[in-house]
């Protein structure tokens, strides 16, 4: 029998047995197989910038990073890194002791929870949660707790519960993984809604990994925060970045880590035996893009935002229900005005029924009911595809 061997264990590893393959994966796959425009995996389809992809071009050609780069990444990287972290934010961090250099933001997840983790220790994440991070914390022999985040009908975008916050913490958790800007809901978490988490992991003593990889994404004046500049935080916070998202560039796997040199260094230990190192050339490249002036991020976040609201209204003009997007390359819907209540059902036959392929926020859910009728869209494609996606979702209307 397939995936059994002859004494009828099973081949995968248990702790993996619940995920299958990632939603990605299989919606780009439905896409590609159907013709359908492509609003579930979100990746631009159009690449950065020429000068950013130039600077590969010329570390490729002259030999630099073609052999393993160094460990934590090529210095050039972790100093455009630190320097980053300082200019926008005023967070001052050594780039030989406190920066690593990643396979993506994904690997850094990863390594984190593989690194500071004991079997059996809870982690508190935000639901719905991108879904590596339930998949690492699997790896690492913890266990999920998660913490709905739900339609706030004042806000018209979804909202942290910070009394639910507070009672998903017991003795035995260890760390919250916190997502700011929050995909898939768009959700920017506000400064009460930080200093609520930051107060609770001091009072508590827990570490926080915070996937910050939107941290440029963040639309009509709202600010991202970084957890790691709130009182008591730096010390105890594990700050995720990546370039996939920044600059467009989401094959290119640049990731990286700021924290303290402890932390740092557990994130390492892990690290080290999972790719050792990737990307070399890119990591050149990546460093000359974060030293590009505050003008390349403003322009992107413009073009970005245009493009959401273009999605947006779409979207409302085919009946969604549609949650604000504060920040990232998302917009969340509700389809019950549509008459509609399964996500996961309602995706599947979205290609034939309008060429269009999205992603049912369910399978980011522990809670499945609680995410069944919420459907995730990408706005990060060209504003023709975004146009044409729109017109093709107007006939479910009708
Ligand atoms: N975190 C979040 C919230 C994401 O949406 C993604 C995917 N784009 C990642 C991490 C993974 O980033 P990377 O491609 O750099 O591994
Ligand atoms: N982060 C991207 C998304 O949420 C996809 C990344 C992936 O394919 N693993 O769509």
Redesign the pocket.
Known sequence: MAGMTSSERPLLNRRLAEFGTTIFAEMSALALRTGSINLGQ??PDTDGPEEVREAAVRALREGRGNQYPPGPGVPELRIAIAAHQQRRYGLSYDPDAEVLV????????AAALLGLLEPGDEVVALEPY?D??AASIAMAGGTRVPVTLRPDADAGAFRLDLDELRAAVTPRTRLLLV?TP???TGTVLTRAELTAVAELAVERDLLVVT?E??EHLVFDGAEHIPLATLPGMRERTVT?G????TFSF?GW???WVTSTPALVSAVRSAKQFLTYVSAGPFQYAVAEALALPDAYFEAFRQDMQTKRDILAAGLKDAGFTVYDTAG??FITTDIRPLGESDGFAFCRSLPERAGVVAIPNAVFYDHREAGAPFVRFAFCKRAEVLKEAASRLKSLAA
């Open positions: 979100g990746f990643t396979a993506g933001a994904t690997e850094a997840i991108y590596s991070y997502n929050h995909n898939p996937d990889v939107y995720i990546s370039a996939g998202k989401t796997k640049v990731g990232t390359y």
